[in-house]
């Protein structure tokens, strides 16, 4: 199949390509997932591999042509590749920067020096929110853990009231906020404004964050008190360097896409002409391609030669932080093509069918649909693609700040009750040295008091937006 057949595939609406009953495509969306859950489970395949098997099956159980379900898994892979593979690179360029040239540790020791006792809890969220922005999760924890174990070991502070709210403004961020992978496939599928959502999406996070880090965290110490394991803090990225870059001008850096992001997003409201001339400048730099890209460059000044990095330096650290993202790249493509493959066979319209005659919210239905794939499979990132292009249908008739509003639905969805099926469960698990009982009162709490209450402050915003 050639390029252009290919966007004009994933471009174009296209007729359901079975003419199954509703009943029928249940049961083909049902052995579908449970086909992918049993692949990731059981046989410990690749979630690629996983989604793309998956994928062919849901289209035989809908009794779909075979060619045409190809197409359509080969078409959503091409077109979610395409909306996001940039940003996921890009981002995860700028968090290798960040974190070589010992940026977040600047961050990090900056807060770290100005709070002491019960502002401590508080300090370790906007640690780590400002360095999650960038970061992938797994990233982020494998960066903030030896500060978790430092300062809960010297401050003799219990493990969960430090490493609960970093754990929380890391996953909220992962969850709601552009550019993480999820959140971004989200926006391109139900096509969302990214300002919007970003703006929408911050007013969420900051309430959530506080309830499931800081106030949970006073819980989940008396819960589960351990210390901190001491062979689990690593060596800090910056204990090799001379010197690292400033604080202000780190938190700018990083800063510096949320801010050209969100003032395109203000632009857009104020202005509202889009031939005028400061609209399309901003629609221009405020794009999520040439906001991390500006980002990117400066970050390779401001952070990289701050720190002494040479060209070869630099040119060592872009290398190394693209090969990480190659699975995530592979497995948001498949989700892609699961999603699309999930819209060609008439599920999005079964859905919104299914929402008219239940009388159910769309934003309700959108997060539980996450929460059942991400109960499923594990996978918050799974979960918001696949959700995403189930719920699609629903954003037909959504206001702007609505479609924001589904994207936010269903990220929060995302992200209810990790276990044993969730990767993140076990790394936390580990690094933290706790048992199975002890994560799960701990990690699958917090991350289930996340997602009920970002979602509940969705359906909230919802009556009033």
Do not use: C
Request: hydrophobic share 60%; aromatic share 6%.
């Amino acid at each position: 199949m050639t390029r252009l057949s290919v966007e004009m595939l994933a471009a174009d609406p296209v007729e359901p390509i079975t003419s199954a009953g509703h009943a029928q495509l249940g049961i083909a969306v049902l052995a579908g997932i449970a086909v992918i859950v049993l692949l990731i489970t059981k046989f410990k395949l690749h979630a690629f591999l996983a989604l793309t098997i998956g994928s062919l099956a849901l289209g035989a159980f809908a009794r779909a042509p075979l060619d045409k379900a190809i197409a359509s898994f080969t078409a959503g892979l091409g077109s979610t590749v395409a909306g996001v593979g940039v940003l996921i690179a890009l981002g995860a360029i700028l968090g290798k920067l960040l974190a070589d040239s010992g940026g977040a540790d600047q961050i990090v020791d900056t807060i770290l020096a100005k709070a002491g006792g019960r502002a401590m809890p508080w300090a370790m969220v906007l640690i780590a929110s400002v360095i999650g922005l960038p970061l992938f999760f797994e990233v982020g924890i494998v960066l903030l853990i030896p500060v978790v174990l430092m300062v809960a070991r010297r401050g003799n502070y219990s493990l969960m009231r430090i490493g609960i709210p970093a754990l929380a403004g890391l996953s909220v961020m992962h969850g709601l906020i552009p550019p993480h992978p999820g959140p971004l496939v989200a926006i391109d599928a139900v096509k969302a404004n990214l300002g919007v959502t970003l703006a929408l999406g911050v007013l969420v996070a900051i309430p959530t964050v506080i309830v499931a880090g800081p106030l949970f965290s006073k819980v989940a110490a008396r819960w589960v008190d351990v210390p901190a394991p001491e062979k689990m803090i690593p060596q800090r990225p910056s204990e090799d360097l001379a010197k690292r870059p400033g604080f202000g001008v780190t938190v700018a850096t990083v800063l510096l896409p949320v801010v050209l992001m969100l003032a395109k997003a203000l632009v857009d409201i104020v202005v509202d002409d889009p031939g005028a001339t400061v609209q399309r400048v901003f629609d221009v730099i405020g794009s999520p391609l040439v906001a991390l890209l500006s980002a990117v460059i400066v970050g390779m000044f401001t952070l990289g030669r701050a720190a002494g990095f040479g060209k070869e330096r630099l040119s060592s650290t872009v290398e190394k932080s693209l090969a990480p993202i190659a699975g995530v790249l592979m497995i948001v493509g498949a989700g892609g093509g699961f999603k699309q493959t999930l819209i060609d066979i008439g599920v999005g319209q079964m859905i919104l069918d299914f929402s008219e005659d239940w009388s159910i919210p769309a934003l309700l239905l959108a997060w539980l649909i996450a929460v059942a794939i991400r109960l499923a499979t594990g996978s918050a990132t799974v979960a918001t693609i696949s959700a995403a292009g189930l719920a699609a249908p629903l954003a037909a008739d959504m206001s702007t700040a609505h479609t924001a509003l589904l994207v936010l639905a269903i990220g929060a969805g995302s992200l209810f009750f990790s276990h044993v099926n969730d990767a993140g469960f076990w790394l936390v698990k580990e690094y933290f040295g706790l048992d199975v009982g002890q994560t799960v009162k701990t990690w699958s709490v917090m991350e289930t008091i996340i997602s009920v209450v970002a979602g509940a402050l969705v359906l909230l915003l919802s009556l009033v937006l």
